[in-house]
């Protein structure tokens, strides 16, 4: 059964997350739709980006990623089809699929062909169901459009390493459920780029002098439980997936607050290492 997922910023209140999935469904019936999330900050490019690339490769060969975010389609704003490793993008070519394509070449890409669908103006009931449909009929990309070699980068996603300053200046790419900070220097550029030296991690008027494996490192066990006050202490760490994160230990941003709300961080702020 093929899989077709999506990811929007279209919320749950609306009724476009039900009118794609009924359009998936009018076409295909044997399919599965998984949600990704439909909560991405409206027109948020780098924060889709970084849900996308730290979620996909959790789903199998030849999944189809429908991707709704800054999806109006335009002169500027073209509707593409990606393979790419192994699995299937739809979007539009805002920038969004730069953040994976950065560490993995497409196999393929083309631009895709909008026929006239008079008054309709919902493009991704128009456009990218129909392809989505298309692929997971077992149908090849190039029948959808013609194909192209170049798409748009999102640079911002690129920290800036300044070797003759021994630093690394990233910015905030995302801000998750807990509160935490998200930045774009993975552990591999804090690796070659500081190659065992000393460092600080700089975050508005907060330094780090220690980067973290676990959340719980933080915690000092030989204090009994019961004495122990570790909740909402600062820290930093490299997350699950391998990017520089600023957190607070077991927030809750209903209680304790988040180091997005406590520190005063927010999307493309910027977070900086130092290497002494």
Same mark, same amino acid.
């Given at each position: 059964? /093929?899989?077709?997922?999506?990811?929007?910023?279209?919320?749950?209140?609306?009724?476009?997350?039900?009118?794609?999935?009924?359009?998936?469904?009018?076409?295909?019936?044997?399919?599965?739709? &998984? *949600?990704?999330?439909?909560?991405?900050?409206?027109?948020?490019?780098?924060?889709?980006?970084?849900?996308?690339?730290?979620?996909?490769?959790?789903?199998?060969?030849?999944?189809?990623?429908?991707?709704?975010? *800054?999806?109006?389609?335009? &002169?500027?704003?073209? /509707?593409?089809?990606?393979? #790419?490793?192994?699995?299937?993008?739809?979007?539009?070519?805002?920038?969004?699929?730069?953040?994976?394509?950065?560490?993995?070449?497409?196999?393929?890409?083309?631009?895709?062909?909008?026929?006239?669908? %008079?008054?309709?103006?919902?493009?991704? #009931?128009?456009?990218?169901?129909?392809?989505?449909?298309?692929?997971?009929?077992?149908?090849? $990309?190039?029948? &959808?459009?013609?194909?192209?070699?170049?798409?748009?980068? $999102?640079?911002?996603?690129?920290? #800036?390493?300044?070797?003759?300053?021994?630093?690394? !200046?990233?910015?905030?790419?995302?801000?998750? @459920?807990?509160?935490? !900070?998200?930045?774009?220097?993975?552990?591999? =550029?804090?690796?070659?780029?500081?190659? %065992?030296?000393?460092?600080?991690?700089?975050?508005?008027?907060?330094?780090?002098?220690?980067?973290?494996?676990?959340?719980?490192?933080?915690?000092?066990?030989?204090?009994?439980? *019961?004495?122990?006050?570790?909740?909402?202490?600062? #820290?930093?760490?490299?997350?699950?997936?391998?990017? $520089?994160?600023?957190?607070?230990?077991?927030? @809750?941003?209903? =209680? !304790?607050?988040?180091?997005?709300?406590?520190?005063?961080?927010?999307?493309?702020?910027?977070?900086?290492?130092?290497?002494?």
């Amino acid at each position: 059964m /093929p899989i077709i997922t999506l990811t929007t910023d279209f919320g749950t209140k609306d009724h476009f997350v039900g009118a794609v999935k009924g359009a998936i469904y009018n076409e295909l019936t044997d399919v599965r739709i &998984v *949600d990704i999330s439909h909560h991405v900050t409206p027109f948020g490019i780098t924060e889709a980006a970084y849900i996308l690339k730290n979620s996909y490769q959790n789903f199998p060969n030849d999944t189809i990623h429908i991707i709704g975010v *800054d999806s109006e389609i335009s &002169v500027e704003n073209r /509707p593409i089809a990606i393979e #790419l490793d192994n699995q299937f993008f739809i979007c539009c070519d805002n920038g969004i699929i730069s953040m994976i394509t950065n560490d993995i070449n497409p196999d393929k890409i083309v631009e895709i062909t909008i026929h006239n669908t %008079g008054d309709k103006k919902f493009s991704i #009931l128009d456009a990218f169901v129909r392809v989505a449909c298309h692929i997971a009929r077992g149908g090849k $990309l190039d029948v &959808v459009g013609k194909q192209i070699d170049e798409i748009k980068k $999102l640079y911002e996603i690129q920290p #800036l390493v300044n070797a003759e300053e021994n630093k690394i !200046v990233g910015s905030v790419i995302y801000i998750d @459920n807990f509160g935490n !900070v998200i930045s774009n220097i993975s552990e591999k =550029t804090f690796n070659n780029v500081g190659k %065992g030296r000393e460092f600080e991690v700089v975050a508005r008027n907060y330094t780090f002098k220690t980067i973290h494996k676990k959340y719980n490192d933080i915690v000092d066990y030989s204090i009994p439980a *019961d004495k122990r006050q570790d909740d909402g202490k600062k #820290l930093a760490i490299f997350n699950s997936e391998n990017f $520089l994160e600023i957190s607070m230990y077991r927030s @809750n941003l209903k =209680t !304790v607050g988040g180091a997005s709300s406590l520190l005063g961080l927010d999307y493309r702020d910027n977070i900086t290492v130092r290497f002494l």
